[in-house]
Structure formats: C-alpha cells, structure tokens
C-alpha cells in the first residue's frame, strides 16, 4: 500500500509495446504515447483552427491564432525580423513543451517532460541547431562570440573559457530547469493528494484546498516553463544571428 503513495510512482516509465533491436530497447512507452498524443493535439489545433479561417473566429481559431502571433512577437522582438525564417522550428517547441506539460496535468496520464532524456534531447537539439547557424552564417567568426570586445588581452586568458563554459552549460541548464520544474511540482502534487487521503474527509480538506490551488499554480508553470524554453532559445538564435559583441 505504501507504494501506491510512492510520490515518485508517477514518473516510472513502462513499456506498453516491447520492442526489441538487437541489444536494444526500442519499446513503445507510456512516455511516448503521451509525446505522440501532445504532438497530434498540437496538430488538431492547428488544422482545425485555422481550416476555415472565419473573419469572427470561433474559440479553436482565436486560440491557433494567439498561439501563432504570441510565438512571432517573441522571435521578432529578441532576434528581429531575421529570425522569423526560424519562426516553424520555435513554435513546434513551444507548442510541445506546453502540451507535453498540460498533459501531464490530466489525472492517469504522463508528464514526459518531467524526464531529463526528454528535456535534454531538445535541448541538444536546440544546441546544436543554433551552432550551425552561427558557423553557417559567420563562419570562423563566429568564435569571437567566446572573445568579449575592449578587454585587454591578459583578462582574455580568463574569460574566454568561462564564455566557452557558458556556451556549452546551455544545453544543460536548458534541459535541468524544465525537468526540474516538472519533476518538482507534480511531486507535490502527489505528495498532498496522499495528505488528502491519509487525513480522511474530517481533516483533509486543508490539503485538498493546497492541491487545488497548486494545481493552478502548475498549470501557470506549464505554459510559463514553456515559455521560458522558447525565449531562451531566442536569445541564443540572436547570439547566433547578431552576435552580441
């Protein structure tokens, strides 16, 4: 019974379709199915919300549409209008990480953005996608972006690995803060959903009300995790587009 109320119970990955590739472990999991069902939601969104494009747009078409002009600010607004070509590639992020993280919310479902292989995988990708940019666009100049401008050079023997260090730590602290923040707040949830049944209906109704109220919280930090992934990404774009020095 005591690991029924495992708080940690939530976040165990099991195989619903094994699969077998050689040595490895190909399965289909329930962490996948809620990717595959975040991604098809996202999509659903989108081509239905803006299938029939009406001049008074119903509910569908006013959420595609915010969806699409709250994405398009960001990337004008932190890397200008060259960054609008990375326009698909943002908005499919921001759009998963959101899904992927309200659907965790659904009681019996997966939070697969609570797994750090998840989080991390992104965030390499975004890593190495905005890297390619820089050298793509700058070539080797793009290294002076670990070289700061007007430091005399006895300092540079000091700063450029700590610029180098910065830039490789972003895949990483990208990944971590997501993972975190997910892992973090369902766990409490948990955590009080147990006070709330331990307690029974005489006393439980003090953390019952901290259930409600963190689960509002949570549903605040799903889309503001997301939103954070999404303009980070942004801000390393511009290094890649602008260079900041």
């Known amino acids: 019974m005591a690991e029924a109320h495992n708080p940690l119970e939530q976040f165990q990955i099991h195989r619903i ?38 001049l008074v747009p119903g509910r569908l078409q006013s959420t595609a549409e915010m969806a699409y002009e709250f994405v398009a600010n960001m990337l004008q607004e932190n890397v200008g209008k060259e960054g609008m070509v990375f326009f698909p590639f943002v908005f499919t992020l921001f759009m998963f990480i959101l899904f992927a993280n309200l659907l965790g919310m659904v009681p019996f479902s997966f939070t697969t953005t609570s797994h750090i292989a998840v989080t991390f995988a992104l965030a390499i990708v975004v890593f190495i996608g905005v890297t390619i940019i820089g050298f793509s666009l700058h070539g080797l100049h793009y290294l002076k972006l670990f070289v700061p401008s007007g430091v005399p050079w006895f300092l540079l023997i000091l700063l450029i690995p700590i610029e180098l260090l910065s830039y490789l730590i972003r895949p990483v602290s990208l990944s971590v803060r997501l993972f975190a923040n997910m892992l973090a707040g369902h766990t409490m949830l948990k955590v009080f959903a147990g006070f709330v049944v331990a307690l029974g209906a005489l006393l439980g109704w003090a953390p019952l009300a901290f259930v409600v109220a963190l689960t509002g919280l949570e549903i605040l930090i799903a889309f503001l995790q997301a939103y954070v992934f999404a303009i980070l990404t942004c801000i390393y774009l511009n290094d890649a587009v602008h260079m900041h020095h």
């Open 17 to 54: 379709v094994p699969i077998k590739l050689g040595g490895i472990d190909a399965s289909f999991t329930n962490s996948a199915l809620c990717m595959v069902i975040a991604t098809m939601l996202v999509a659903l969104l989108m081509l239905y919300g803006m299938r029939r494009q009406a």
